[in-house]
């Protein structure tokens, strides 16, 4: 899914949107310099293959699971 600031897609299931140098998931906002910001939304948020080894979505899905079996 793309949405807001950048043309990436987007694979990570908590992604909301992004604008200049911030992604906004569910976790929060991940705000990081321009070529910090590429680099760390390609290996993650952008990718089918990592965005579950991200420490925000790995939280995430541990909190999700925690409700789910409540």
Same mark, same amino acid.
């Given at each position: 899914m793309s949405s807001g600031y950048s043309s990436k897609t987007w694979a990570c299931p908590f992604f909301k949107w992004d604008e200049k140098q911030k992604v906004h998931c569910e976790g929060? #906002? #991940?705000s990081l310099w321009p070529k910090t910001y590429d680099d760390y939304t390609n290996a993650y948020c952008a990718s089918v293959e990592n965005w579950q080894k991200c420490s925000l979505a790995v939280y995430l899905v541990r909190q999700y699971d925690k409700?789910?079996?409540?």
């Open positions: 929060g #906002v #991940v409700e789910v079996r409540s």
